[in-house]
């Protein structure tokens, strides 16, 4: 059974993995307000500059890349977060390469972070949109980074050997994006108006804000009737699975 995660004690530093700028603030922006809230260091890894996305089809490709980032600096600091490693892989093209695997351990050992948080790596059926393919490749990539890579100063030697950055061992991996696949719930009641602010700043995203703010807020409303809060609570749900 799901439990209310008792979520900040003895954690100082969160590293959350991407693939595009706007889904750490789907996926669990109110969560993020909450922890550095508390007082836990949180930095975000986004994989790709979301060059592909956008929906005014006159705004050139090549400045759809800064706006993205500009938009994603923007939506960190509502949350508390100005730690941001842009690692600007090209948006709809990502697959789990050892680069790829490399370039996020790298992150990893420089932030040294106890938890990391990531997409699924799991198609869910039931919200195919969660399941982009670059959301996949960038969880997969982020979960081999998180075990064996980071932790092993025999992968990626260049790391250690060239840059000097020891092998480090994250003590725990949370998964989100799969409302199928949930073990503990975040609960963001006090938090969640802050989501919603970050989610604003992606402007070159969302023509039509309203819509898409009466389905985040139903869908923080589900989760909390999921994880049995009372009326008017908002939560956020996770997979977290043990990597120490």
Known sequence: MPEIAPDTDGIERVL??????????????????RWTDAGIEVSYCIVTDGQAGGWDRSVPRDRMGPTRRAEQTAAAAVVGVSDIAFLGYPDGELAVTHGLRRDITRVIRQRRPDRVVTQSPERSWTRLFASHPDHLAAAEAAICA???????????????????????????????????????????????????????????????????????????????????????????????????
């Open 146 to 244: 998180v075990y064996p890579d980071s932790r092993n100063p025999f992968a990626h030697r260049e790391l250690l050997e060239r840059e000097g950055l020891e092998p480090h061992t994250v003590r725990e991996l949370w998964m989100m994006g799969n409302a199928e696949r949930v073990n503990v719930w975040s609960d963001v009641t006090a938090t969640a108006d802050r989501k919603l602010e970050a989610l604003r700043c992606h402007r070159s995203q969302y023509p039509e804000w309203e819509p898409l703010e009466e389905r985040v807020r139903a869908w923080l409303r589900t989760a909390a009737e999921n994880a049995g809060l009372g009326a008017g609570a908002s939560a956020e749900g996770f997979y977290r699975v043990a990597t120490a």
């Open 16 to 33: 959350i993995v991407v693939a595009h700028p706007d889904d750490c603030d789907f996926g669990c922006a109110a969560t993020t307000a």
